[in-house]
């Protein structure tokens, strides 16, 4: 067998070095990182500003302005004991809300609708939540539902 060309072996390690493209934004954990990742290494990525404790939480706001495409207006993250719990994120318009709902389902299927601007996913690892105010703001909780039981 003949060793991979030069040239697409560089395509395969750049793309493969771009996390914040495509799909696994949302998946199982936030921006390739899975849940349970620590505050660590999530910081080299995402950006994360002084945390809050809630409780058991500590939420902090990170520098994350998009998800792929997608312009987000706030994205904090949850920690318990110090690994990755969950993800909240708010968008402004109706537009944006819709293609982040998109996303969602894209990675997660359709979902149950509790409202028709409301919609849940459950897998077996994640739980999420998607709210959309009538201006068309929405807000997206997901969590881990192994660490948050």
Not at 73 to 91: H, P, Y
Not at 117 to 133: F, K
Request: net charge negative; proline share 4%.
């Amino acid at each position: 067998m003949e060793p991979l060309p030069r040239h697409a072996l560089t395509i395969l390690l750049c793309l493969r070095a771009l996390p914040d493209i495509g799909f696994c934004q949302t998946r199982d954990g936030f921006m390739g990182h899975p849940w349970g990742t620590t505050v660590a290494t999530l910081a080299l990525t995402v950006g994360l500003k002084t945390g809050r404790a809630e409780g058991e939480t500590i939420l902090y706001r990170t520098a994350v302005s998009a998800i792929g495409d997608i312009p987000v207006d706030l994205c904090d993250v949850e920690f318990l004991g110090g690994r990755l719990a969950g993800v909240i994120v708010t968008t402004r318009g109706l537009e944006n809300s819709r293609r982040l709902l998109s996303l969602i389902a894209q990675e997660y299927g359709e979902g149950r609708s509790t409202h028709p601007r409301a919609r849940t996913w459950l897998s077996h690892t994640t739980h999420v939540s998607y709210d959309e105010d009538s201006l068309g703001d929405a807000y997206v909780y997901w969590y881990s539902t192994q660490m948050q039981k």
